[in-house]
């Protein structure tokens, strides 16, 4: 299995390199974001209660999130040649977690990528977004808020998987395509991972 996280602040595209991989490399693309405003959508019991976190702004906590992860492993990517983690791990226990999730299905996780973009780019990215696809959370006051918690509980990941010598730094600025290449060219030499396979 090639398992990957795809790291970064808020708005820094995550979700749209996260499409590129998935789909130049075969692998099941897991946004935690994007489960919750399912639940959100389907007006689940789950869904009501991430509902109260997300439009703040903060994390859902991390024993709810793990279970919910460890559920959608165990549903959605039993099988698969390999996972891009997208928007998880948020916190040091959410990394230790996935270490553990992953190990007890007999695999582990390659590599971390992280996507470096300067700040007022990504407030600059959200509120377009917030105005294009109508994203709740993607509003001054919210995006403020989680930037916030981006730097006090996220960016320490940075140090973390630095030292597990598995974090490759990437310029998240500028051309998708360019950006996407840098990613691909260091994902390969540090994993020996190949397009199309
Ligand atoms: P995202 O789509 O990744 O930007 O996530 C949107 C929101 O969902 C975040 O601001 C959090 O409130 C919540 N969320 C997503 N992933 C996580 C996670 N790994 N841990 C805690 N909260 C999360």
Redo the contacts with the bound molecule.
């Keep these: 299995m090639l398992n990957i996280v795809l790291f970064g602040a808020?708005g820094s595209g995550?979700?749209t390199q996260s499409e590129r991989l998935i789909n130049e490399y075969g692998l099941y693309h897991i946004?935690?974001?994007?489960?919750?405003?399912d639940h959100i959508r389907r007006n689940t019991e789950l869904g009501r209660i991430?509902d109260a976190?997300?439009s703040?702004?903060?994390?859902?906590?991390?024993d709810l999130?793990i279970r919910i992860?460890d559920d959608v492993l165990d549903k959605e990517a039993a099988g698969k040649k390999g996972v891009v983690f997208?928007?998880?791990?948020?916190?040091i226990p959410?990394a230790e977690a996935l270490k553990e999730l992953l190990n007890k299905r007999g695999t582990d996780l390659h590599a971390v990528i992280g996507l470096e973009v300067p700040e007022d780019e990504l407030v600059e990215r959200m509120i377009q977004r917030g105005k294009a696809t109508g994203r709740a959370?993607d509003n001054p006051e919210?995006i403020k808020n989680?930037l916030e918690?981006y730097h006090h509980q996220t960016s320490p990941l940075r140090d973390y998987y630095t030292n597990e010598k598995k974090y490759l730094g990437i310029n998240g600025q500028g051309d998708v395509e360019r950006i996407f290449d840098d990613i691909a060219e260091k994902l390969e030499k540090a994993t020996g991972a190949k397009r199309g396979c």
């Design positions: 808020p995550k979700g946004s935690t974001g994007e489960v919750l405003r991430a976190y997300i703040r702004g903060q994390l859902i906590p991390d999130m992860l997208d928007g998880f791990p948020r916190t959410q959370d919210t989680r918690v």
